[in-house]
């Protein structure tokens, strides 16, 4: 690497609430790193416990540690404040319960840099809050290009939601240029799933990707937390739309004609993969009890209306069976008698092939 790429500032964006038996650490394996050139803005998001006391601490020894303090307004709200205070070339974000390895922001850069990607993806491992192993995902590895709609459509429905890069935030290297430029945000409103939201909307701006090997950070799975409470389908089922509504419009201004065709898709895939592991049945009657049940209805006769997308979202053996899927649902919440008898028919079929019927599918 030259010298003139390693005078590139990495702004390290670290949300903090009630961290107190984990901040050291996390803030400790930033100011080790290899590459000195960075800037560390923590933002404590309104904790009771000593949490904030500790970043001040920290602050006095390094001066490359920028802290804040805000009343509690949640994570998005505390990385958001931190993107305003940025002033690197490149952002990286750090969740303050958790750590990174003294090597891990020279080796991203160095693998941005020699690229010339806009967007680096890598491993992290897993370990309970005692620091136990919990075991590793690896995610798929390599260049990717994302310079045009085809391909940016197919990273989304078919990499991104599939988790192959895996949907969070803190597991990649941003180009700041990006993201200050196009004024992205992280949706204060979304509790579940904001990272999967602002990596869908980096996604349409990036125009490389490359994924690496390397396992350079370390995560930390608590008891309590809000990814551990937040499992039941209806709040999964209501998050999600919550994102989908936070992606709507950048997605349709994006792609061409008004991308309704590829919004469908994108939809409708992150619908499914929100409820995987739950019947067809199950899911309709969550989507029955949905405060956002009228604007769930309306995307999903949308997304059924454009029935040669499935072909393209699952296997030719799996396509119909999806597509039934979300017409039993859409029949479940409009009443149709036409559907009603469609499904009578189909589940008799069904029936007399062995197969359980629609509404007792579970999404594979």
Partial sequence: MSANEKSKLVSIIVPAYNVEKYIKDCLDSLLKQTYRNIEIIVVDDGSHDRTFDIISELMNKDSRIRGFHQENKGVSAARNLALDKACGDYIQFVDGDDY????????LVTVLEDNNAEWVNFQYHREDEDGKDLGDYDFTKGYMDLSDEDRKLTFITDVLIEYKVGYEIWDKLYVSRLIKNNNLRFDEKCHMGEDLEFNICYSLLAKSLICIKDRLYNYRIRGGS??????????????????IQGIEKPIKAFFSEYGEKEFGQIFYKLMLYACKGHSI???AATAAASPYRIYFTDHLAKALGMK?????????????IYFRSGYYILTSLNGSIKGKLYFVVYNLYRRLRGREVISEWKPV
Avoid: C, H, Y
């Fill in 100 to 107: 990174i390895t003294a090597d891990a922001v020279e080796k």
């Fill in 308 to 320: 040669d997308i499935f072909n393209r979202l699952f296997p030719d053996n799996l396509a119909m």
């Fill in 226 to 243: 809000a990814m551990q409470s937040m499992t039941a389908l209806s709040e999964n089922f209501d998050e999600r739309l919550l994102l």
């Fill in 281 to 283: 049945g199950e899911i």
